[in-house]
């Protein structure tokens, strides 16, 4: 009796479709894991201190010898101590350590043992020249391509980054702004280069 | 009668008067050519035109026409620069994505994930319009079915129940 009371005084109720319920829940998940891949996707790109270092491929800008640049595989530098340095002509913290960079350069360059690569971010070709020559750097250098290179070390990439990378391919320093003299790279990459 | 060196005359100044004129359509020919080959200096407002479809990784959420950086004073010379050089703006912005990636666009690309970008707020948008739609026509139903029941004659189940409870009640007083 009491129950059918209740009916009579409760609005008529019209329930959605199951099918339309179910559709909406997995609507709803699958929104949650494409959020969750993409969340994967950029601490991915963070490398940390101690992470074996993704492969990539860096062109460098062409030149006399290599009319359309050189491809330069960090895979392919293994066993060396790999040096890399992210910047750009319109920055002028990197404009201060390029001097820098080039001479720690030139005083490993001899013994075949460290390797050096310039990553030119997000940069325009001619003033990313003009740099290359005003500053007389020696070691390759190109552009990232795409930003994958950058993506691959930090999401939020600012210039100059320099990212310092031990013979077995593991990421053992990395240095936020510019380098203050030679001695401060040097002090990096010694010990790196005693480690066999 | 004519003599003769009238009439070379007249034949020598119609030669020369046709050398002219061919001599000024190839020279005008000449100047057309020139000036198409030379695009003129594109101005701040064709450059902008595309600059404000792209935007500087370094300086995000900045349209590139409105960026103050160094950084993007390149890039807006750059685009002067093709553009000068015929580029249309199709190419220009292929030649950004080809060199700084996608995410340079203003707009995503239509390809892959990035299509929930394009599907989700419609769907969305459609999805709400269909709960308003729903709501509104229970709410205009509860009040159609509380009128009909202020004017019905008929006791209703609960009137019944009500009268049952408060007699009950009045035996127990």
Redesign the interface.
């Known amino acids: 009796m009491?129950e059918?009371?209740n009916n009579?005084?409760k609005?008529?109720k019209?329930s959605v479709p199951l099918w339309v319920q179910i559709l909406?829940w997995v609507g709803l998940l699958g929104?949650l894991a494409?959020l969750a891949l993409?969340l994967k996707r950029s601490q991915q790109g963070v490398v940390k201190v101690g992470d074996t270092v993704k492969d990539f491929t860096l062109t460098t800008f062409s030149d006399d010898q290599h009319p359309n640049g050189q491809q330069i595989r960090l895979s392919d530098l293994r066993g060396k101590v790999v040096l890399i340095n992210f910047w750009?002509?319109?920055c002028k913290p990197c404009e201060q350590e390029a001097p820098d960079l080039e001479a720690a350069w030139r005083s490993y360059e001899s013994g075949g043992e460290v390797a050096f690569l310039g990553v030119d971010y997000?940069?325009?070709e001619p003033?990313a020249r003009s740099y290359i020559a005003k500053f007389d750097i020696t070691y390759p250098n190109g552009?990232d391509?795409?930003?994958?290179i950058s993506?691959a070390f930090n999401r939020q990439?600012?210039v100059p980054e320099t990212y310092i990378i031990d013979r077995q391919g593991r990421l053992r320093y990395i240095q936020i702004g510019p380098f203050q003299s030679v001695a401060e790279i040097q002090v990096i990459i010694d010990p790196l280069l005693a480690d066999k | 009668m004519e003599s003769f060196p009238k009439k070379v005359s007249r034949v020598t100044y119609r030669v020369s008067r046709f050398t002219f004129y061919v001599l000024f359509l190839l020279l005008a020919l000449a100047s057309a050519k020139t000036a198409s080959a030379q695009q003129p200096t594109p101005s701040d407002d064709e450059v902008n035109a595309i600059a404000r479809q792209l935007y500087?990784?370094?300086c995000e959420n900045t349209p590139l026409d409105v960026c103050p950086?160094?950084?993007c004073a390149?890039?807006r010379?750059?685009i002067r620069q093709m553009l000068a050089e015929g580029k249309s703006a199709d190419e220009i912005k292929q030649y950004f994505?080809?060199?700084?990636?996608a995410?340079v666009l203003s707009e995503p690309p239509r390809t892959g994930?990035n299509w929930?970008v394009y599907i989700?707020p419609p769907v969305a948008f459609l999805?709400g319009a269909y709960i308003l739609y729903?709501a509104f026509r229970?709410w205009r139903?509860?009040g159609k079915?509380a009128s009909a029941q202020e004017g019905s004659e008929v006791p209703?189940?609960?009137d019944e129940?009500v009268a049952r409870l408060e007699e009950e009640l009045r035996k127990r007083e």
Do not use: F, H, I, K
């Open positions: 009491s059918n009371v009579a005084t609005p008529p019209r909406v929104l494409v993409a750009a002509s319109w997000v940069d325009t003033e552009p391509l795409g930003t994958r993506q990439m600012g | 500087c990784p370094v950086t160094q950084a390149q890039w010379d750059l994505v080809e060199n700084y990636g995410r994930l929930l989700l999805a729903r229970s139903a509860l079915q209703l189940a609960g129940y």
